[in-house]
């Protein structure tokens, strides 16, 4: 399914647990209220993936729980 979204004034960002470099990232907005855009950093203008909010924050949580 798509949809479009405008993203033009999204303010993305990197995980701090990014290398600092600017490769093998991935890049959220925010802004986008019960949605979490992502991109891939080293492709700022490629396609974007749209997850719910809540979907991301398990996903986020479940990541955690691995390094544990």
């Known amino acids: 399914m798509k949809h479009t979204f405008e993203l033009g004034t ?3 960002r ?19 209220p019960g ?3 992502v991109r891939d950093s080293k492709v700022p203008d490629g396609p974007v993936l ?8 398990s996903f986020v ?3 955690g729980a691995r390094q544990r």
């Open 10 to 12: 999204a303010a993305w």
């Open 14 to 32: 990197k995980s701090s647990y990014s290398d600092g470099g600017d490769n093998n990232c991935v890049e959220v907005a925010d802004g986008c």
């Open 35 to 37: 949605l979490v855009p």
């Open 50 to 57: 749209v997850f719910g909010a809540v979907s991301w924050s």
């Open 61 to 63: 949580t479940g990541l």
